[in-house]
């Protein structure tokens, strides 16, 4: 079962003030917090702290970005059982739900993060999570599923994500005054870990192995060479 490490992972954090406190901090187009980047140690993944009181409302929302180069796997491979992987902490919040949605940042997952990247993911591409996916309360190396979305990504030889508060994904955000965090140990890197069967023809050629094309054609779309599958 392959695994492929993160090449860019960071976080960053935006507050905002007043009025649509949540909304304005959800869709803002950059962060009010620095962007960390290649992080080590016990970090907050993501977080929210959604206030009201008589002085007005506040909101801070935290999100990650992980971006992996799938090149490797962009073509001739069917990808199944695809999963990310990381090292969550008994610090997170009891039954802290996330969302995995499609990142545009991080450039072909090379790039840092930057606060002007704060509003690069696509809502309406979800990965995975849901309002019961919930990060893990442990000490434990754990995984959570990907969907079919995130496997079709590999043909672009990136995935590149972006974990959030489901209800930051949602857009519900609260009505009441409520924080949470999930927490990550990032002296592990985050992985995501798939299983890669090859599609087409596999057997040898001519005593060659490793090969893309046989005669023009690719191999992906070859399913006999003379009469042998």
């Known amino acids: 079962m392959p695994t492929i490490n993160a090449s860019k992972y960071g976080f960053m954090s935006n507050s905002t003030t007043g009025t ?19 992080p080590t140690g016990t970090q907050t993944t993501t977080s929210f702290n959604i206030g009201f009181s ?25 990808i199944t059982d695809l999963q990310i992987q990381f090292d969550p902490t008994t610090n997170t919040s009891t039954n802290y739900p996330i969302a995995i949605v499609a990142s545009t940042a991080q450039g072909n ?43 079709s990504a590999f043909s672009t030889s990136y995935l590149k994500m972006c974990i959030l508060w489901y209800y930051d994904y949602s857009g519900a955000g609260s009505l009441v005054t409520t924080n949470g965090n999930a927490y990550q140990n990032y002296n592990y890197v985050p992985r995501i870990t798939f299983s890669a069967a090859a599609s087409g ?24 060479v003379n009469g042998v599958e």
């Open 20 to 38: 649509g406190a949540f909304t304005n901090a959800r869709n803002a187009s950059s962060a009010s917090g620095t962007a960390f980047n290649q």
């Open 54 to 78: 008589s002085k007005g409302d506040s909101a801070t929302l935290k999100r990650s970005w992980w971006a992996f180069d799938v090149s490797t796997y962009a073509s001739g491979y069917t």
């Open 109 to 151: 997952a090379d790039s840092n993060l930057t606060q002007a990247d704060w509003n690069n993911l696509e809502f309406g591409t979800l990965y995975g999570g849901s309002s019961s996916t919930y990060w893990p309360d442990s000490n434990s190396v754990s995984t959570i599923d990907l969907n079919s979305t995130a496997v």
């Open 201 to 224: 023809y596999t057997k040898e050629v001519n005593g060659i192995s490793s090969y893309s094309k046989i005669n023009g054609l690719a191999k992906s779309d070859i399913s006999k």
